[in-house]
């Protein structure tokens, strides 16, 4: 016999709270205490879990919904369930703690097989950095966040979810001043300019976002900005403070971002002012090593101006805390460990410019809100102005725990997604702990080198895209998107994945497929006959790949290119077995097994035509319609025969021969 008595001598502190061990039991088990007002740290783990409270009041929060307990409640966590326990009452929560391992239910709820709907009917908010208006956008941006973000949701909404795609052009950029300095217009005119090419260019990808937000044009965005900032400084940790600033030794301009440039004092690589794209890490001009103006050829001078700045050190418990409850690769919690690692950092968070919006307190005269936390409130400004589209009461000062945040970025927009936009919104919403999923990208390179405007090195949107060419062009950049590391795009690679694999593979066998259908069948789908163990088989491998697919464009472990390679294997696995059955196609006796494995390519062509769904709207829409149904609204549970007598008329041209023709480039967009 085993007895255990609470006892508040044993309790260690873990998770955030308190808990103690109970040994000698074939299971995990213990005690744990929630103070009043605490909650334990959101966290998830392989083990099924069962809390049984014994005394007190709160709420389990799970998935972003909040659950209230009270003693005699039994709440049972599934394996990778993030969960957190909350005390909302006045006195101690006591529960007692019950966790083991089944290896088969874990595995399960891994793979997605489970009750588990890591999404449930949350709205789900997914955001491709809005791009900056100083140019049209190249396949380097469009591979990145704008693709991922596009994919995702139409995957989120095959299987059911309540998904948007939100971005926008992000205008108040120094880097539109830039351009319009250059091109001898104002600052709004290139930005107007530039976001509807940007705009018409996502158009031509199959990009059509649900809310697309002009900062600049926007009649509510102005106020709805001054009165976030006004939160931050209220807090208290956001305030006018003197420090260190970069001026130009002949024109004496305040330098930052696009006008200054050095080394970056964490890698030592040449970066701009702010953010060194190479490593991430942020710097504050001053520290840049051999600091170059961009605006005369004097060396720069330091100088102390007051700015509101935040002492971002400060809040290195709390980002983790963050970090803890959503998707956060490993590449991100490693820059965030670089970054605290720092003895102290302050981030001036107003800049003297004319261009932007400037706060309503005083102590920051000629200066404007800084464009990178901006976008932590144009996110939520976003889903305002969806919302009030929609019918939905979503606010941007009121955001809710059951909003789903997605952000798709490149590498080197990670401090500000995933280190100082959290931190700001805890400053503004002390209350709100944002559930935010982060899927970064690497860069992409053009012929082994970074896509670049000034040496024309650049492969643009328009250039490439056209009606016939977008899903070839959407299916070579998900192949080759730079996910864990940079990849690189040539025409010639390009061209080459096209003719050999969507035309000589794809299309090959699906024309093959169709001809045998019309000349043996009367192009009506044959019922399945007589299955042979090879049948049997290849179900079976089909089956293996919906599960691979499925398993790559899921929230945990969304891969583009994991999910291209899948579907290429849907078809190199049914050419193989078409080849293998051909041989005993037209042989006597065996006419019920050859119909069983026409029925199967068939089950394979549909299989591909759902799967394709999401990253090649076109193609997919076009087989669809050739196997007797409208482009597939849901994504498949299971792999399915197409109904016997549907008309099947696969003699089409689902792909055009690749050209990339140069144009002559709008410009650059800044993602």
Wanted: charged share 25%; with cysteine; hydrophobic share 40%.
């Amino acid at each position: 016999m085993i007895i255990s008595n609470f006892d508040t001598a044993e309790l260690h502190s873990a998770f955030g709270i308190d808990m103690s061990s109970i040994d000698g039991l074939d299971f995990g088990a213990g005690w744990a205490r929630v103070v009043p007002g605490g909650r334990s740290d959101p966290h998830q783990h392989d083990e099924t879990e069962m809390f049984l409270v014994v005394s007190g009041h709160g709420e389990v929060i799970v998935d972003g919904a909040r659950h209230p307990v009270a003693p005699g409640t039994a709440v049972l966590f599934d394996p990778f369930e993030t969960h957190i326990v909350e005390n909302t009452g006045p006195s101690e929560l006591v529960f007692f703690d019950l966790y083991w391992r089944d290896p088969g239910r874990a595995a399960r709820q891994a793979a997605g097989r489970g009750d588990r709907r890591r999404f449930g009917e949350r709205p789900i908010f997914v955001f491709s950095t809005p791009p900056t208006p100083n140019g049209d956008l190249h396949l380097g941006h469009l591979s990145g966040p704008y693709l991922g973000a596009d994919v995702f949701v139409r995957f989120q909404r095959m299987n059911g979810a309540q998904a948007w795609h939100l971005t926008g052009s992000d205008d108040y950029q120094s880097y539109v001043v830039d351009r319009a300095r250059r091109e001898g217009k104002e600052p709004a005119q290139t930005a107007a300019y530039y976001s509807a090419e940007i705009a018409e260019t996502l158009r031509r990808m199959d990009i059509e976002p649900d809310q697309y937000t002009v900062t600049n044009t926007d009649s509510t965005y102005r106020a709805g900005l001054q009165a976030y900032f006004s939160r931050l400084v209220a807090s208290g940790s956001v305030a006018p403070q003197e420090g260190p600033a970069l001026f130009d030794g002949a024109t004496n301009d305040y330098l930052y971002e696009v006008d200054v440039s050095g080394g970056c004092p964490g890698c030592g690589a040449v970066t701009g002012g702010n953010i060194c794209e190479g490593c991430g890490e942020p710097n504050s001009c001053v520290d840049l090593t051999e600091p170059r103006s961009k605006r005369s050829e004097a060396t720069p001078r330091v100088d102390t101006l007051a700015r509101f700045t935040l002492p971002l050190h400060e809040f290195a418990a709390e980002l983790a805390e963050h970090h803890r409850l959503g998707r956060v690769p490993a590449r991100l919690r490693e820059l965030a460990g670089r970054v605290f690692a720092r003895p102290r950092l302050d981030v001036a968070i107003t800049h003297p410019a004319a261009w932007g919006v400037p706060p309503a307190e005083p102590g920051a005269d000629g200066q404007v809100i800084w464009v990178w936390p901006e976008m932590s409130y144009g996110f939520l400004h976003g889903i305002s102005a969806l919302g009030r589209r929609l019918g939905r009461d979503w606010r941007a000062e009121r955001p809710e725990q059951d909003w789903k945040i997605v952000h798709f970025f490149g590498y080197d927009n990670s401090f500000y997604h995933s280190i100082l936009y959290p931190v700001l919104y805890r400053l503004a919403f002390p209350g709100w702990h944002p559930d935010i999923d982060y899927h970064v990208n690497e860069f992409y390179l053009l012929d082994g080198g970074k896509f670049s405007t000034s040496r024309r090195h650049a492969v643009w949107g328009k250039e490439i895209l056209t009606p016939d060419s977008v899903d070839g062009v959407r299916y070579f950049l998900s192949r080759t998107r730079p996910e864990s590391r940079s990849t690189n795009f040539t025409r010639e690679s390009y061209a080459a994945a096209v003719r050999e694999e969507l035309i000589g593979t794809w299309l090959r066998w699906l024309n093959d497929l169709g001809e045998r259908v019309r000349t043996r069948y009367g192009a009506q789908a044959p019922d399945a006959g007589i299955w042979t163990p090879e049948h049997t088989a290849f179900l079976g491998r089909l089956g293996n790949r919906l599960s691979a697919v499925t398993a790559a464009l899921g929230p945990d472990g969304f891969s583009l290119e994991l999910a291209a390679a899948e579907l290429h294997g849907i078809v190199t696995d049914t050419v193989r077995f078409a080849d293998r059955e051909g041989a005993v196609a037209t042989v006597d006796g065996w006419a019920d097994e050859a119909r069983t494995a026409v029925a199967l390519e068939l089950a394979a062509a549909r299989l591909l035509a759902h799967c394709a769904t999401p990253v090649m709207p076109r193609f997919a829409q076009r087989l669809g319609e050739a196997l007797g149904e409208q482009r597939p609204g849901e994504w498949p549970q299971t792999v399915e025969l197409v109904p016997a007598g549907t008309e099947v008329d696969l003699a089409r041209e689902f792909f055009a021969a690749p050209s990339v023709v140069a144009a002559e480039p709008v410009g650059v967009g800044s993602a």
